[in-house]
């Protein structure tokens, strides 16, 4: 793995991490065509790393809405750190059980197995961006027609809506190219949340669950790292942090990008491009890669 290989694809990753696209599939192709493993420990950190430097952007990009709404008085603090967690929750339970079955059916052979076997997998990338893009589509013309029933701008998040959203968020945690941010941020809109209250909302909850997948990947690639003797584990470590630097970079110009389609009511658009996506990914597929 080089600098110059970490620079791409943290690139990638932060364009594409904060818009509805699947970022995670982004990469894995990137990486697919670089000719680097993308199941391997430490490509799975450095993805993780590179959504960390993403995450740092979403605090930057979101803090004064967040202050505002989430923030302006310690009701509303614990009324939105309510629904988070039991967004996170959910979204914990459910992706769990998802991520375990999984190990135990495709994988009920093969000893030691993990979920990020299957990361390389270009042939189970491509239909999860077609799910993420049909969802967005749908949700996006749906949108498009709501004229007489507009969502309130002001209302918050409920309780129940956060509840669905988690969920949603728990099929998301499993599949690369079932984008975590598009299909959060159109469940609200199905739901009548506001487009700017679900975005809010969605990238608050990436901001919680980043940490805990990032300690996850860590203890695999240390657990990687001490049956091979150690010897990368500092390398790979420099090259993730310069790796989360850039995506920081690039995440906030993509959050500026996403914001203003949000608001223009073009969110069905990311929809037509997943599904794009996903043809091209068949077609990688069928020619090896």
């Known amino acids: ?40 420990p430490p490509m799975t950190l450095l993805l993780v790393m590179l959504h960390t430097g993403t995450m740092f952007a979403v605090i930057v990009f979101f803090w004064r809405r967040w202050r505002v709404s989430y923030f302006q008085n310690a009701s509303a603090f614990k009324a939105t ?53 049909i969802l967005i589509l749908l949700t996006g013309l ?16 409920t309780m129940q809506q956060a509840g669905v959203i988690g969920a949603v968020q728990g099929l998301c945690l499993p599949f690369r190219g079932f984008s975590r941010s598009g299909a959060t ?7 009548g949340v506001a487009k700017a209250r679900a975005e809010d909302f969605s990238f608050a909850l990436a901001v919680v669950l980043t940490p805990p997948i990032v300690i996850r990947e860590v203890m695999r690639l240390m657990r990687a790292e001490q049956a091979n003797g150690g010897a990368a584990l500092g390398s790979v470590a420099l090259l993730s942090l310069l790796g989360a630097l850039v995506a920081f970079v690039a995440g906030l110009l993509a959050l500026k990008w996403l914001s203003r389609w949000l608001e223009t009511g073009r969110w069905y658009l990311f929809g037509i491009y997943c599904l794009a996506a ?8 069928r020619m090896g890669y």
Do not use: C, W
Not at 7 to 33: W, Y
Not at 142 to 157: G, Q, S
Not at 185 to 191: N, T
Not at 278 to 285: E, G, K, N, P
């Open 1 to 40: 793995m080089s600098v110059v290989n970490v620079i791409l694809l943290a690139i990638v990753q932060g364009f594409a991490e904060l818009l509805p696209v699947s970022s995670s599939a982004h990469v894995v192709v990137a990486e697919k065509l670089l000719g680097l493993d993308p199941s391997s």
């Open 278 to 285: 996903a043809a091209a990914v068949t077609v990688l597929y």
């Open 81 to 133: 750190a309510g629904r988070v967690i039991v967004a996170t929750v959910l979204t914990a339970v459910i992706g769990e059980i998802i991520i375990k079955i999984i190990e135990k059916t495709a994988f009920r052979d093969v000893p030691h197995a993990q979920i990020e076997d299957l990361f390389s997998h270009l042939e189970f990338i491509a239909p999860a961006l077609a799910a993420a893009g």
């Open 142 to 157: 749906i949108e498009r027609r709501k004229t007489a029933r507009a969502p309130n701008e002001a209302a918050d998040v």
């Open 185 to 191: 941020i159109s469940a609200g809109m199905l739901l």
